[in-house]
């Protein structure tokens, strides 16, 4: 095999990689050296990283396992120092590899100003990982942050820096924002929805100085402006990594230079991504990186390829900033503007056109349209035709009505749709025609939407052009209708940027109904009261009729009343006061439950806080057949009677029922707890189940005996009741923090993984902290809701509000 | 002219809940919005009967607790792809009292 170096394991040198083992496997040997310590991630993602909305492992692209299975000998978090032209090897401070051929990927520096106070502890640049969490870890929130430039990378770590709960300024050396991409009618628009945001921003600011004695404290402007600053983040550029290039003597201007076939001036060396420079040109954006990486890699198989760059399109990652630029909008000789607006709604949409041809796109607000535009520009479409309407966007054009398939529709099969990736409508429908059905098979098979992610709705909707009504959209998409945004992704955002009402939720992420709808609210009330148990008022006009009345309604309308039984444990004063209160209401049905208790089944809704006050006497309380949150723990009889059971089951199932108890989860949580191998209460396919040996206990968890059937899995085993209980209550709190709404154990097991699952309850400090936490909540609700609303007060509210009946009579 | 009746106070009403009252034409559900707005439609979805009064309210929809059917609260009628719509009677509020159809108060002739 012939042997392949590659230094720098960034998105340009990754793709490479993947075209060259897919339509090479076997022929290179590759060893791969990272100054980074870890292999290729999606440094696109890294703002969401940011702002808490991803974490770094859902951003990695090759994990250990892909450069296993490739044999790639990874070298990571060793720089490469030099490389030995004349002897075809590079050397790190560790180790050395020889090559066939090198690929130089080094990428790019951060750009540094030379003002003094720039070397101070907490001034920091982003550009990768290391970055990210430097920013993450200074624990930003409530302190003062100042961003120094004012374009795509500085914007997003502002808006993550804010979304972190820190008091961030942006300091811009020119007139207007992103003035690259943007012009000033859209810089404005923007400047205004950041500063809407919190985000303050001074434009013509000339850094002059940071301040600070032993650290940063304040940026000083030349017009003598003073910021305060906790951390400094400078953002004002980048320039190509070429050092190395340099060392060896390679030919470099301002990147490594190199030719149509990305060779440099050694023909055994080539490079590719942010450190080349081809015929004169830059790059930063990841489009024509890619386009690089299926160039070289035909230059490497043998195969004759140029590389042609074409003019790509920006959008910028910030949540709630819509924009879009391509193309050149400088005004000029021969040019000509068509501009929308509407002020109102923060809408600005300019097309620059010269000779009835698209040159430049600047929208911001509403950028639905921007990709059909970017399609014209690229193809040099003559649009005089349709130059009245032009500005409304394909759905316009012929006078059909507005529908968002039919703009998908009427794209040619060449239309590109992943701009990130160069692939077009024709490479995504022909992926779905050979079977890939789901967002996820096709992004594995065509790369679309793998990169930044912006254009899943549009390959979403070409998969439903070819499927039809067969295509169900996938998971990913917003947890309803009422916003685009995924349970996960609020999840997140409710944390990070501290939301603490439904209100404030549905205002700052943007949902676009007005009270949400029947499956967000209910999910909404569930992760507030989860993450803020001592602040968040529980909001019972928010939750399904069963938990709002605390009973469970029946196809006529009226109610069951389950009253607990701890354990399946009862006595029989309980068992006289449960007789005594179904005779006195007239229950038409009392059935015993698969739970181990007892149904009342037909109580009219005005009789529940009677009934409820009756059983209160007799010491019951609610048994939460209702709801999504812990319903029974069943037991055998265990030690203190059966000549099998080795431990005492029915003791630890109450002990923990009386723990557990008024505890809200995702779904509903059955628990089971057996005395013996046996089984006898049935614990192997409950959500958390215990089962008693001699030695102590073995607990396992995410079973289901419901639409599916699954057995338990293992969790942890201990001698000591004590720990199991420890163990049960963590594992219950990591449920509790981390399954979306709706999910059951098993399923969200299956999602996360058990090993993370059992690392987490092993780790002693993150048992006893999940333990703590789960406590707090509980000081909250373990307590009983039949009481609460069968008060006085609160009685005359469970009847009709008026009898009109009554009145006729009269 | 529409009589109005007196039922009780807007505040015995949640905000984004409803309550119950009976009437000669069965029972009737009546809801308050988050702003305060009110309406009275028949307690009773078109689909199968479900308690629409014991539905979540959101904006000026309720979405029936049985099989999720949403309802416009303006015209009583289904959304989406169900359809079927559900009466509403005449109802408002003056000086924090809820004023309801007199008509509910009477057995129509063809009952």
Redesign the interface.
């Known amino acids: 095999m012939k042997k392949l170096v590659v230094i720098g394991a960034g998105m340009a040198s990754g793709r490479l990689l993947e075209h060259l083992f897919e339509a090479a496997p076997g022929e290179w040997q590759v060893t791969l050296f990272n100054a980074e310590p870890r292999g290729n991630y999606n440094r696109l993602m890294l703002s969401p990283v940011l702002s808490g909305e991803k974490t770094y492992e859902q951003i990695v692209t090759h994990d250990a396992d892909w450069y296993a299975a490739h044999g790639v000998d990874c070298r990571f978090g060793e720089p490469v120092v030099r490389i030995d032209r004349a002897n075809r090897r590079v050397h790190s401070n560790a180790s050395s590899a020889a090559y066939d051929a090198l690929v130089i990927a080094t990428g790019s520096a951060p750009f540094i100003i030379p003002v003094s106070g720039y070397d101070l502890p907490g001034v920091v640049t982003y550009r990768d990982l290391e970055d990210t969490n430097a920013m993450i870890e200074a624990g930003v929130a409530g302190k003062d942050a100042v961003v120094i430039g004012g374009g795509l990378l500085g914007l997003e770590a502002a808006a993550g820096m804010a979304a972190r709960g820190a008091s961030v300024t942006v300091i811009h050396l020119m007139g207007h924002l992103m003035e690259r991409q943007l012009d000033p009618a859209a810089g404005y628009l923007l400047q205004r929805d950041l500063e809407r945001r919190g985000i303050r921003v001074h434009c013509k600011g000339a850094t002059k100085a940071i301040l600070g004695h032993g650290r940063a404290e304040a940026v000083l402007l030349e017009d003598g402006t003073v910021y305060p600053a906790d951390l400094v983040c400078m953002a004002v550029g980048i320039r190509p990594e070429v050092r190395l290039a340099n060392d060896a003597h390679l030919e470099v201007e301002r990147g490594i230079v190199v030719d149509d076939a990305l060779r440099t001036s050694d023909p055994h060396i080539f490079a590719l991504g942010e450190c080349v420079e081809h015929r004169g040109q830059l790059f930063g954006l990841v489009a024509p990186l890619y386009d690089q990486a299926k160039v070289l890699a035909r230059t490497l198989m043998g195969k004759e390829a140029l590389f042609q760059p074409v003019q790509t399109a920006t959008k910028l990652k910030v949540t709630g900033c819509d924009l879009f630029s391509a193309g050149d909008f400088a005004e000029g000789e021969g040019r000509e503007d068509i501009v929308f607006r509407d002020p109102g709604r923060g809408i600005y949409k300019r097309l620059v056109l010269r000779e009835n041809r698209i040159i430049g796109v600047v929208m911001y607000g509403d950028t639905a349209d921007g990709n059909w535009f970017y399609g014209l520009m690229k193809d040099a479409t003559d649009v005089g035709e349709m130059r009245d309407t032009l500005i409304f966007g394909p759905a316009f054009q012929g006078g059909s009505r507005l529908d968002p398939m039919a703009a998908v529709a009427a794209l040619p099969p060449e239309a590109e749709i992943c701009g990130c990736n160069g692939v077009c409508k024709g490479t995504i429908t022909e992926a779905v025609l050979n079977g890939a059905t789901s967002l996820d098979a096709v992004r594995a098979c065509t790369k679309a939407s793998g990169s930044c992610g912006t254009c899943s709705g549009l390959v979403e909707q070409v998969m439903k052009l070819v499927l039809g009504d067969g295509f169900a959209a996938s998971a990913p998409a917003g947890m309803c209708k009422c916003t685009d945004h995924s349970h996960e992704d609020v999840r997140r955002l409710i944390r990070s940027m501290e939301l603490k009402s439904i209100p404030a939720v549905m205002q700052e992420l943007g949902w676009k109904?007005?009270?949400?709808?029947?499956s967000c609210?209910?999910a909404l009330n569930y992760y507030l009261l989860a993450e803020w148990p001592l602040e968040y008022q529980d909001d019972?006009?928010?939750?399904?009729?069963n938990e709002?009345?605390h009973a469970n309604?029946q196809?006529?309308?009226t109610y069951s009343v389950v009253p607990r039984m701890w354990g399946g444990v009862t006595t029989p004063a309980e068992l006289r006061a449960i007789a005594d209160a179904a005779e006195k209401f007239a229950v038409p049905m009392v059935k015993v439950t698969g739970g181990q208790r007892i149904d009342l089944l037909g109580v009219r809704k005005e009789d529940l806080p009677h009934i409820w006050a009756d059983l209160n006497a007799a010491g019951l309380v609610s048994g939460h057949a209702y709801s999504k949150g812990l319903r029974t723990v069943k037991t055998c009889v265990g030690s203190e009677f059966c000549r099998f059971g080795t431990q005492d089951s029915t003791g630890l199932g109450i002990r923990l029922e009386k723990l557990l108890w008024g505890s809200w989860t995702p779904h509903k949580v059955k628990l089971g707890v057996s005395g013996c191998p046996r089984n006898c209460a049935e614990a192997t396919c409950k959500d958390v189940g215990v089962v008693c040996v001699d030695s102590g206990y073995q607990i396992s968890v995410a079973g289901a005996a419901g639409m599916e059937v699954k057995e338990t899995e293992h969790l942890a085993s201990t001698p000591s009741e004590d720990e199991a209980v420890e163990i049960i209550t963590a594992f219950i709190q990591l449920y509790r923090e981390n399954a979306r709404y709706l999910d059951r154990p098993y399923k969200w097991v299956a999602k996360a993984g058990l090993d993370w699952v059992k690392a987490q309850i092993e780790d002693l400090p993150t048992r006893h902290a999940l333990v703590q936490r789960f406590e707090i909540s509980q000081s909250v609700y373990r307590k009983d809701p039949w009481a609460e609303h069968s008060t006085a007060t609160e009685t005359p509210?469970w009847a009709?509000?008026?009898?009109?009946?009554l009145?006729?009579a009269e | 002219m529409t009589v109005f009746?007196d039922?009780?106070a807007l505040d015995?009403?949640?905000?984004?809940?409803a309550?119950?009252?009976?009437?000669?034409h069965g029972?009737v559900a009546?809801f308050r919005?988050?702003d305060d707005r009110v309406f009275a439609l028949d307690d009773r979805c078109p689909h199968?009967?479900?308690?629409l009064s014991?539905?979540?309210?959101?904006?000026?929809?309720v979405?029936c607790?049985?099989h999720?059917w949403?309802f416009d609260m303006n015209s009583g009628q289904a959304q989406g792809a169900d359809e079927g719509a559900v009466r509403t009677w005449p109802v408002r509020v003056e000086q924090g009292r809820i004023l309801i159809s007199a008509e509910?108060?009477?057995?129509s002739n063809a009952a």
């Open positions: 109904t007005v009270g949400g709808c029947h609210r209910p019972r006009q928010s939750r399904f009729v709002r009345n309604i196809k006529d309308g509210r009709p509000l008026a009898d009109l009946t009145e006729a | 009746v039922i009780g015995d009403i949640p905000r984004q809940g309550r119950v009252i009976r009437t000669a029972c009546v919005t988050m199968k009967g479900g308690p014991e539905g979540i309210v959101h904006g000026d929809r979405t607790p049985l999720n949403v509910l108060v009477f057995r």
